[in-house]
């Protein structure tokens, strides 16, 4: 496996982690298939994808205390990332408030540690900002818990440039993690001086990737694959209610529909270098940067074994080209 530095002093992970929020996303315990999860985590670690991502939120703790069971007695092979500051109000409807009180990020560890069954969190997300208590109050309580011994670096969440450059002046941030995909390129984008999007391909200081690059800090791309759609298996709305994607604008009949023409470029490059879309997808990913490391979630070993060769897919000029052809999404993220 093609490996990554997490930030400028982290460990050497994969180029490709594997995100665990899939495995607890049905609200019942009866819709989760545990076994074939842990099954599938321990498959990432064999191939080389050690960098392995969850959340306190999660199936509020489940999934926290799956990746736990998975990675017992392989401690060592792992790189755990898990998130504070999303506080789940109702797990059937997955409703959830924002917290990032001391108070509640130190309480917060404490429990995630005793869920993962481990002494110390390598990466700890703020998964949110929090509207309500300033950054620098959340972010000084979360240097505190590395001082503490409880959590190696940090990282933020879909997070401004502007917000980074805060943290960033209080401890180090070690990982940036925001969704990018072939349909959600947002982190590639600078901003100007007055916040408004400007339009860029390139990995200046100003978009959130580049800023990583800047800082040495490594940007982790959540839903590199659409949320399943630019693998090229989703071609028509149908979809269990406990799938989030249920509800989301580019899923409805109409736009999906619209938005296959993407796969269609996708397919036209996996085609010409004996790919899947899926491969050529997270191919894509890794090429934006050195410091990009790409988390496809699933629950499947056979998904992880296919997600794994496309580290070793090189993309040429040519391929890069078609893809920067990708016309824009139809609908929006949520």
Partial sequence: MLTRTLGTTGPQVGALGLGCMGMSRAARASARDDDRSAETIRTA????MTLVDTADCYGDGHNEELV??????????????????LVVDDPQTKQVHRDGS?????????????????????LCYLHRIDPAVPLAETWAAMAALVT??????????????????QAQ??????????????????????????????GSNGHSGDSVVGWCAAQGA???????????????????????TSDLRATMPRFQRGALMANLRIVDV?????????????????A????????????????????????????????CEDDLTMLAEVPDPVGGRY
């Fill in 45 to 48: 670690l064999d191939l080389g």
């Fill in 68 to 85: 736990g069971r998975a990675i017992a007695g392989r401690r060592s092979e792992v790189v755990i990332a898990t998130k504070v500051g």
């Fill in 102 to 122: 001391p108070e509640h990020v130190e309480a917060a560890v404490d429990a995630s540690l005793r869920r993962l069954g481990i002494d110390t969190i390598d």
């Fill in 148 to 165: 503490a011994g409880k959590v190696r670096r940090l990282g933020l969440s879909e997070v401004t440039v502007a917000e980074a450059d």
């Fill in 169 to 198: 002046h209080i401890h180090p941030v070690t990982a940036i993690q925001s969704e990018l995909s072939l349909w959600t390129k947002a982190p590639l984008v600078r901003t100007s001086s007055a916040g408004t999007l400007s």
């Fill in 218 to 240: 490594a940007f982790v791309a959540s839903a590199p694959l659409g949320q399943g759609f630019l693998s090229g298996t989703v071609s028509v709305p149908h979809f269990d």
């Fill in 266 to 282: 996708i397919r036209a490059v996996a085609d010409r270098v004996a790919a899947t879309p899926a491969q050529i997808a997270l």
């Fill in 284 to 315: 894509w990913v890794l090429a934006q940067g050195d410091h990009v490391i790409a988390i496809p979630g699933t629950k499947n070993p056979r998904y992880v074994r296919e997600n794994a060769a496309a580290a070793r897919i090189a993309l």
